[in-house]
């Protein structure tokens, strides 16, 4: 069900509807069968996949809390070692358990990602959303392992958590204690939470229909085909424009989930912070699909950083290298394993596992290296907190991630090296590059071209306003509500009108970039 189309444009307010209609009490129920109408919409077998990995969470979480009740109550009847006995059993079978079900749901994951890739097979059947969903559960389900809260009792209301409708597709990837409780509370109708959510749907789809979807062919255009000896220029030209199609695709759609959940009365949390003005390659994944990494560093990161081999490594260390590597070496090693990790999770092919192996040991070196750097700024005078440091931290960290975006978006690993060379040492002569003649060959009709550059030059204005003014600490949607209401009405209908308008020119419905994960 696309999110711009008439159908679910239906759905939505007849979701809405009801779920401002309705006693208060059946909410969760209305959004229940909303996520399951969604869901049921793009295939039966969709929701039988989300269903299982459903069951199989609440049952395996449900068991572990009451292993922990049990061992709690049983500290009061038993004595010291015996009580010491019976810990050792429960978390042996918790540790079943824990097994168990990232054996099912990684599992499958794994199994229906890559089997397509690993062989000569049909198309295997792929789950919308999958990704997404099986984080979710399994995030739930390793909270209550590790206690942060108690298990839900009720399936129904568990499920409505996991299957809500706008996350579905390409996240974020949200926490039970988070989410989960504000699905279970009821929520008043409040004309300010609708203002605020078209708002916020108005401005993701400026940043999908204007600028990604304005661009998407393009890029095409410049990096798919086999050129030979492609000047460095327009390769870097193609990586520039990847760069703004893929945040303005991804935060785009964000922004629609997060202005849908609005409607209902529901606060997501953001999945971008400005990502293009971080002052490292650290801070950029700090900032960039921030519920992914969140859920790397809280289930991946930390477990093996504080491993007994990890711990280990971080006394030698100590003892051999000083306390420095001791902190550094360990977070370093889980760190590579961890991009790795994404970099799989976006694809089996090999380009994606350099491209996560770029990004380890680029962060993997500047966090060895920093007193390295310190030394060099404090010799030659360089005061690291002036304006002028921060903005060439910024210029730096955007060539950084650009570079990493030749290996992101290049499939052709061979060719993504040369186009990289060709930037450096080939970058050619612009005023040839970028005739008339060129570009028609290259993009197509020159009047086409011109309109889209105007689209896409107006839709990047606007988000690098927003951009600066969420950076400076200011909430634009209450900035906005202050201003006269001509101002203000202007804010729902500009985005409105420039999204009509990118309808002539774009490809058609070209999908979320992000959904195929």
């Not at 940043?207 to 393009?218: E, P, Q, T």
């Not at 370093?332 to 394993?337: D, F, H, L, Q, R």
């Amino acid at each position: 069900m696309n999110f711009l189309s008439y159908t679910f444009l239906f759905f939505l307010l007849a979701s809405l509807l009801a779920y401002y209609v309705f006693p208060k009490k059946f909410q969760w129920i209305i959004l229940l069968i909303a996520n399951t109408v969604f869901y049921a919409f793009s295939g039966i077998g969709n929701l039988v996949f989300i269903v299982t990995s459903a069951a199989v969470t609440f049952i395996s979480a449900k068991k572990i809390f009451l292993l922990t009740q049990d061992l709690k109550s049983k500290k009061s009847e038993l004595d010291k070692e015996n009580f010491k006995k019976e810990k050792l059993v429960v978390q042996n079978k918790k540790r079943v358990i824990l097994c168990l079900m990232l054996l099912i749901n990684v599992g499958i994951l794994v199994y229906l990602k890559y089997i397509n890739f690993l062989g000569h097979f049909h198309k295997i059947f792929m789950p919308l959303g999958i990704s997404y969903y099986t984080f979710q559960t399994i995030a739930y389900f390793m909270d209550v392992y590790n206690s942060k809260y108690d298990a839900e009792s009720n399936f129904l209301k568990y499920f409505m958590f996991v299957s809500f409708f706008p996350q579905l597709i390409f996240g974020p990837i949200n926490r039970y204690d988070k989410l989960g409780k504000q699905m279970k509370e009821v929520h008043s109708f409040d004309f300010e939470n609708i203002k605020h959510g078209v708002m916020l749907i108005l401005y993701g789809g400026l940043k999908k229909y204007l600028i990604a979807d304005m661009l998407v062919g393009r890029i095409s255009s410049v990096l798919d085909p086999n050129f030979d000896n492609l000047p460095g220029c327009l390769a870097l030209l193609g990586v520039l424009m990847y760069a703004i199609y893929q945040y303005a695709d991804f935060s785009g759609g964000v922004h629609i989930v997060l202005g849908v959940a609005k409607l209902f009365g529901l606060d997501m949390a953001p999945n971008f912070r400005q990502p293009y003005f971080s002052t490292s390659l650290a801070n950029f994944w700090q900032r960039w699909h921030i519920s992914l990494g969140t859920w790397m560093r809280d289930y991946v990161f930390y477990p093996l950083a504080f491993t007994k081999k990890m711990q280990n490594i971080s006394k030698w260390c100590n003892s051999k290298l000083g306390k420095h590597f001791a902190k550094s070496i360990p977070a370093c090693i889980s760190n590579i394993i961890v991009f790795i990790i994404v970099g799989v999770w976006h694809g089996p092919e090999l380009h994606f596992l350099i491209w996560g192996l770029y990004n380890a040991l680029v962060i993997a070196f500047s966090e060895l290296l920093e007193p390295v750097f310190k030394k060099i700024n404090k010799l030659l005078h360089i005061n690291e907190n002036c304006r002028a440091m921060h903005i060439f931290r910024i210029v730096r960290t955007f060539i950084i991630v650009n570079i990493g975006w030749y290996f992101d978006r290049i499939v052709d690993v061979p060719k993504s090296f040369k186009y990289l060379k060709n930037t450096f040492f080939n970058f050619g002569k612009v005023t040839e590059i970028f005739t008339r003649d060129y570009f028609v060959e290259i993009f197509g009709h020159i009047t086409d071209i011109q309109s889209q550059i105007i689209l896409v030059f107006i839709g990047c204005a606007i988000t690098f306003v927003v951009s600066v003014l969420q950076e400076n600490k200011i909430d634009v949607y209450m900035a906005i509500q202050k201003k006269n209401i001509a101002f203000r009405w202007a804010c729902y209908y500009v985005p409105l009108i420039l999204i009509i308008l990118s309808f002539s020119f774009s490809a058609g419905d070209t999908g979320f970039m992000y959904a195929q994960y």
